[in-house]
Nanobody, 119 residues
Framework: QVQLVESGGGLVQAGGSLRLSCAASGRTFEISRMGWFRQAPGKERDFVAG????????TYADSVKGRFTISKDNAKNTVYLQMNDLKPEDTAVYYCAGSQIVIGKYNYWGQGTQVTVSS
């Protein structure tokens, strides 16, 4: 009943910036917390950033603190991930995720968008 579609990925040089977008559709009123995860080739999927329903509370993985910023526009049903000072180790498929209010944990997932940072 909820669909998440990521966009904005691509190839960027080290030190550059990208902004990812995640558009939510369907029963968006069911979504509580939103977040971003990433998975590098041959590695596990890791948490990157999260934001509360109101947008007033955010959390970040230590590896991206000070460089990435998560935000949202409720009027557009869209969450963003602004990525600055990108490093080669940021290369991964980035996934948008949402938690259902009743369940209380991430259960909605997008298809992913590739981010590649060249050195």
């Amino acid at each position: 009943q909820v669909q998440l579609v990521e966009s904005g990925g691509g190839l960027v040089q080290a030190g550059g910036s990208l902004r990812l977008s995640c558009a939510a559709s369907g029963r968006t009123f069911e979504i509580s917390r939103m977040g971003w995860f990433r998975q590098a080739p041959g590695k596990e999927r890791d948490f990157v950033a999260g934001i509360s329903r109101s947008g007033g509370s955010t959390t970040y993985a230590d590896s991206v603190k000070g460089r990435f910023t998560i935000s949202k526009d409720n009027a557009k049903n869209t969450v963003y991930l602004q990525m600055n000072d990108l490093k080669p180790e940021d290369t991964a498929v980035y996934y948008c995720a949402g938690s259902q209010i009743v369940i209380g944990k991430y259960n909605y997932w997008g298809q992913g968008t590739q981010v590649t940072v060249s050195s």
